[in-house]
């Protein structure tokens, strides 16, 4: 007597599909939080030099008013500035995917 399993090859087909969309729907979001932690990083380098910037005089207004609005222009919030010197120091906040990433960043010239 010989044994057939017919079918057993679609089950599989279906096994291995639904292991592919569980790994894709792990996968996926942590990528995303990973991409947005580069780009707040990005944003605090940037308002800091622009901070920085405006304290020196190269570009005009207050140091935290322009970082607040270059932080803002890359999709982050300003949660804090300090400017001691000519050193300018921004702490920036974004939120996906209900995490919260924050991201220092210092500028000045150099010592």
């Known amino acids: 007597m010989r044994w057939r399993e017919a ?14 969309v569980c790994l894709a729907a792990v996968v996926v979001p942590i990528y995303a939080v ?14 800091a030099l622009a901070a920085a910037d405006a304290r020196v005089g190269a570009v005009t207004g207050f140091p935290c ?3 607040a609005e270059v932080a ?8 804090e500035c ?6 300018a120091t921004v702490t920036v906040q974004r939120q996906i995917g209900g995490f919260s990433i924050e991201q220092t960043a210092s500028a000045g010239p150099r010592d």
């Open 7 to 20: 079918g057993s090859g679609s089950v599989l087909a279906i096994g291995l599909a639904g292991a592919i």
């Open 34 to 47: 990973l991409a947005a932690r580069s780009a707040t990083a990005g944003a605090a380098d940037n308002a």
């Open 65 to 67: 008013d322009r970082a």
């Open 72 to 79: 803002a222009a890359n999709g982050a919030t300003m949660t």
């Open 82 to 87: 300090t400017v001691d010197g000519l050193v």
